[in-house]
């Protein structure tokens, strides 16, 4: 069971050992890098590339560690309690399982492990991860309504991903595996560029991959572009056949590259290069 790129993403070496180092150790993977690295893709390629399923907890700032687990849906069963149903004899039946639940059971039933993605963990409250320590260091928890224990027959693989929005737990931290996933270089850009868009003209990425370099590098700029909104521009420019030259044209409007919205997303980032090309002119 070990992970190497796949025909949709690229994985630079240290990625991949610490992906594998993660399956061996059956620690949670944490990884972290600029938005649009492609930390919640490599999930989903793991998940392909290892022939098993993914189960995604996308996290917001309002979720709780317990929804993870189960919810108990009392409401429901008040409900029917009042209409008379013969389901509120069973209190299993207001058990509402959660993502940590389903990748704990999907081993035993499958007999493989599956690959669970806990999406931006940053964006919870600080207590989240503390909350999680048992159940992910042991695999198990406990159902207070029913007396069930649920354990993980085969433990998932987990994949952490966090935009570094807030600092995470000593103790969360000991418990993983921890990766922080570079930004490409020129090169490896390049091969990822092949990879979305294999019909691309060479002189056009040549030309892209400055531009998106040099825009990079500019002090002041408040959203560096990604690797993902990289793709979209070229995208963009492929469908409209616009000329790699064009690209470096100074006497467009502003100064600005064509299709600047797939790259440039804010007012004061797009006012920042009109002042240097403006001063370029000048």
Same mark, same amino acid.
């Given at each position: 069971m070990l992970f190497n790129s796949t025909d949709n993403y690229i994985a630079s070496n240290s990625l991949k050992q610490a992906v594998n180092a993660a399956i061996l150790l059956? $620690?949670?993977l944490l990884i972290k890098g600029e938005p649009g690295t492609g930390k919640t893709m490599l999930a989903e390629e793991l998940a392909n590339s290892l022939d098993t399923t993914l189960i995604q907890w996308h996290i917001k700032s309002t979720t709780k560690a317990q929804q993870g687990l189960y919810e108990y849906d009392a409401v +429901?069963?008040?409900?029917d309690s009042q209409l008379g149903d013969e389901r509120v004899h069973d209190i299993s039946n207001y058990i509402v399982k959660g993502k940590l639940w389903q990748?704990?059971?999907?081993?035993? %039933? #499958? !007999?493989?492990r599956p690959v669970l993605l806990i999406d931006e963990i940053d964006k919870a409250d600080i207590e989240f991860p503390n909350d999680l320590l048992l159940e992910l260091d042991k695999m198990e928890f406990h159902v207070y309504?029913?007396? /069930? @224990?649920?354990?993980? *027959? %085969?433990?998932?693989?987990? &994949? &952490?991903? +966090? !935009? !570094?929005? *807030?600092?995470?737990?000593?103790?969360?931290? @000991? @418990?993983?595996?921890?990766h922080y996933i570079d930004?490409? +270089? +020129?090169?490896? =850009?390049?091969?990822?560029?092949?990879?979305?868009?294999? #019909?691309? $003209? %060479?002189d056009l990425v040549r030309q892209a991959l400055e531009v998106f370099f040099n825009?990079? /590098?500019? !002090?002041?700029? *408040?959203k560096k572009p990604s690797t993902s909104e990289l793709l979209d521009w070229l995208k963009?420019? =492929?469908?409209?056949?616009?000329?790699?030259k064009t690209l470096h044209d100074k006497s467009q409007k502003g100064g600005l590259m064509p299709m600047f919205g797939a790259l440039l997303k804010n007012e004061q980032d797009i006012s920042l290069i009109e002042k240097l090309a403006f001063m370029s002119r000048r």
């Open positions: 059956e $620690k949670p +429901s069963r008040l409900r990748a704990f059971t999907y081993g035993e %039933q #499958h !007999n493989k309504e029913t007396g /069930e @224990r649920v354990v993980a *027959k %085969q433990r998932p693989i987990v &994949i &952490i991903t +966090s !935009n !570094n929005e *807030k600092e995470l737990p000593d103790a969360f931290l @000991r @418990r993983c595996f921890f930004f490409p +270089s +020129s090169e490896e =850009m390049a091969q990822i560029i092949d990879v979305h868009h294999p #019909h691309i $003209k %060479q825009l990079r /590098e500019v !002090n002041g700029i *408040k963009l420019l =492929m469908a409209e056949d616009i000329d790699a």
